[in-house]
C-alpha cells in the first residue's frame, strides 16, 4: 500500500509542490481558465476521428505548470482513446503525477465546439491521480461561457486509490 501511496501522491513529479503553493495555484484557476480551453481548443484539431465524427482536445494542467495535452483518436477496429486520457497518460508516461485541473473542448468535427464532459472512463481514470474534491474539470458551454467542476461533482462517491489502502 505504501507503494501505491507513492505513485499517488506524486514522489516522482520534478518539482515537489508546498501545500501553501497547492492552495495558491487552485485559487488561480478562473485567471487561465480561458487560457487552458483555448489550448484545448487547439488541441482539438489534432483529433483523429474518422468514425464518430466527434474531435476532443484537453489540456491537463500539472502540478509543476506545465501543461500536458491529447485529443481522441480512433481506429477502425473501434479501439480508440478519449482526449482526457490521452492528455492523462501522456503526462503520467513521461513522470508528471498530481495535477490541477482538465480544459475539454469538443464537438461534432469542424463544428464549433459544444460542452463537452469528460466520459465516465476517462473520469475513474482521472480519480486515480488527483483530489477529487480539488480537481477541476473545464468545459466551455454552447454559449462561450466557461464552467468549472470538480472532479467529484462529475463523478460522486468515486471508487479510487484510497479505498485499497
Ligand atoms: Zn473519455
Known amino acids: 500500500m505504501d507503494e501505491l501511496k507513492k505513485y499517488t501522491e506524486g514522489t516522482i513529479v520534478e518539482k515537489k509542490i508546498t501545500l501553501p503553493e497547492k492552495q495558491a495555484i487552485r485559487a488561480d484557476i478562473p485567471n487561465f481558465a480561458d487560457k487552458l ?12 476521428c474518422p468514425y464518430s465524427k466527434f474531435s476532443v482536445g484537453a489540456a491537463l494542467l500539472c502540478m509543476d505548470g506545465s501543461v500536458y495535452t491529447g485529443c481522441n483518436v480512433e481506429t477502425a477496429a473501434f479501439i480508440g482513446i478519449c482526449a482526457e486520457k490521452n492528455a492523462l497518460f501522456k503526462a503520467v508516461s513521461e513522470g508528471k503525477r498530481g495535477f490541477l485541473a482538465i480544459a475539454v473542448s469538443g464537438g461534432a468535427y469542424e463544428q464549433p465546439p459544444k460542452a463537452c464532459t469528460p466520459c465516465g472512463s476517462c473520469r475513474q481514470a482521472l480519480t486515480e491521480f488527483v483530489d477529487p474534491e480539488e480537481f477541476a474539470v473545464i468545459i466551455r458551454n454552447e454559449a462561450g461561457e466557461i464552467k468549472s467542476f470538480t472532479l467529484s461533482e462529475l463523478l460522486p462517491y468515486s471508487f479510487g486509490p484510497s479505498n485499497l489502502m
Open 37 to 48: 480551453i483555448e489550448i484545448a481548443d487547439e488541441e482539438r484539431k489534432f483529433s483523429y
